[in-house]
């Protein structure tokens, strides 16, 4: 049903997909380059952190490899830094481009894209390598949804990197999404979907593959495991702040710990703003569902208290909301701030309380991105530089 939606919508341009058209829109890099010719802040310090970024650099060299193994097998050394690292600058690099038009950052990005399309093989470890398909598979294919429309991107090589986003990182994706690696649906937490899914998305918007694309939008809506919203979201409340109803909805990793339970709002906000700018509002799906979990996890980790229902685990019952990591400072609030609250008006206050202790966190007092935060892979766990990607006013 919603495809039929899309289509009256798309039959205008004639295509099935906006390019580029996955994270960010041709008008979103308009608004950004506004903001940043004109010095406007915030963005003029998020642009100053993007452009003094290790990873956003002309002279950034990939290190590709055949086999990419994330978990500890006991037999292969773990490598997958190189992958996620090389990502971050594909992605950093494709962003200084857009803003700029200076074609060397173009030519740095497509390198490292075309450079592991014509080394990667495999991706290898233990389960843990489905997380590396599902992190590094929607990243990097953002950053090549980015680079679509970059006429110094020789076709041969642009067509190798859809082949092994297709071949190698979708194919992981349909597979953990539909075997869970020999376990059932409740084993693997919700961030072990939501990766894949976003992953799925943003292939399926760079590849042109409308299967692809539909296959993670209706498994997002209605599918049977916990990065399915509906399984996801474990409990409703309605409080009264401030003389005003609000829902707070309880995440699936709530009684697990806090890094994760930002994690799956990063991770969220990055589903919904991929098939947003395909004309499929996941942000307002059950009731703006997205915002109200976002309010609950922001609202506790900011300091606050919030209610909580006992969660059975697949690791036994978690009675009580975990304090483990509260207060953990990840990027990703700011793209769901910014639809939230300034696009849509909404009330976004505990979101906006959690992004605005992340940004304090830093120096500049603006989101940064990958290499900004921990240089191990949680710290690239999200492409980051909300406040300059999708801050509105
Ligand atoms: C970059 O090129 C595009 C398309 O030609 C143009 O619309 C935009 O204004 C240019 N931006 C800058 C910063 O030169
Ligand atoms: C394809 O990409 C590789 C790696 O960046 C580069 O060496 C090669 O020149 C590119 N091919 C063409 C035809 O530009
Ligand atoms: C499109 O995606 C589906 C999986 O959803 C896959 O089976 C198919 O091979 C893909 N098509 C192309 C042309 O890659
Ligand atoms: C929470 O509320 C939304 C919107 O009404 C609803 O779709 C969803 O099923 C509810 N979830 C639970 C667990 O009650
Ligand atoms: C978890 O809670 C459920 C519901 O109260 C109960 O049936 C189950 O036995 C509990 N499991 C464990 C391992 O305590
Ligand atoms: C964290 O939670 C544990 C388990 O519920 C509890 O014993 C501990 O007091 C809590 N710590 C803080 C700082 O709230
Ligand atoms: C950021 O958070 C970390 C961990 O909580 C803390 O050690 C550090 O001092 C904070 N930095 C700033 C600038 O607030």
Not at 276 to 288: I, P, V
Not at 366 to 380: D, P
């Amino acid at each position: 049903m919603f495809r039929i939606i899309s289509l009256v919508a798309l039959s205008a341009t004639g295509t099935a997909f906006v390019h580029p058209g996955a994270l960010h829109t041709t008008r979103d890099f308009e608004r950004i380059n506004t903001h940043v010719t004109n010095g406007d802040e915030p963005w003029n310090t998020a642009w100053t952190l993007l452009t003094t970024s290790k990873f956003a650099q002309s002279s950034y060299l990939p290190s590709p490899k055949a086999t990419v193994y994330r978990g500890a097998n006991g037999v292969d050394t773990e490598n997958y830094p190189s992958l996620y690292r090389d990502t971050a600058a594909a992605y950093q690099l494709a962003i200084r481009w857009k803003v700029t038009n200076d074609t060397s950052y173009a030519d740095a990005a497509v390198n490292i894209l075309s450079s592991w399309a014509m080394t990667l093989t495999a991706i290898d470890g233990t389960s843990d390598k489905y997380l590396a398909s599902g992190l590094y598979g929607y990243q990097m294919a953002n950053a090549a949804e980015i680079m679509s429309d970059y006429s110094g991107w020789a076709s041969r090589n642009k067509t190798a990197t859809a082949t092994m986003l297709s071949d190698i990182f979708a194919s992981m994706n349909m597979l953990f999404l539909e075997e869970h690696n020999g376990n059932d649906y409740y084993h693997y937490y919700a961030n072990w979907d939501q990766c894949n899914l976003a992953s799925l998305l943003a292939i399926g918007i760079f590849t042109d593959n409308q299967t692809m694309y539909d296959y993670a939008l209706d498994y997002f809506r209605s599918g049977p495991s916990n990065g399915a919203l509906p399984v996801f979201a474990i409990e409703n409340y309605t409080v009264t702040e401030s003389g005003s109803n609000k829902i707070l909805t309880q995440g699936q990793e709530a009684g697990r710990d806090q890094g994760h339970a930002t994690l799956d709002m990063a991770l969220l906000g990055i589903i919904a703003q991929q098939a947003y700018n395909q004309g499929d509002d996941l942000f307002s799906t059950y009731s703006n569902e997205i915002l109200n979990a976002a309010e609950y996890v922001g609202k506790y980790n900011v300091g606050y208290d919030v209610p909580y229902t006992m969660y059975e685990s697949y690791e036994g019952n978690q009675t009580v909301i975990s304090n483990s990591s509260r207060g953990e400072i990840r990027p990703g609030f700011e793209l769901l701030s910014a639809h939230y609250g300034q696009l849509k008006g909404l009330d976004s206050s505990w979101t906006d309380a959690y992004r605005n202790m992340v940004n304090a966190n830093s120096t500049d007092g603006v989101e940064g991105g990958g290499g900004n935060y921990a240089s191990t892979s949680g710290g690239f766990d999200a492409l980051g530089f909300g406040t300059l990607l999708y801050r509105i006013s």
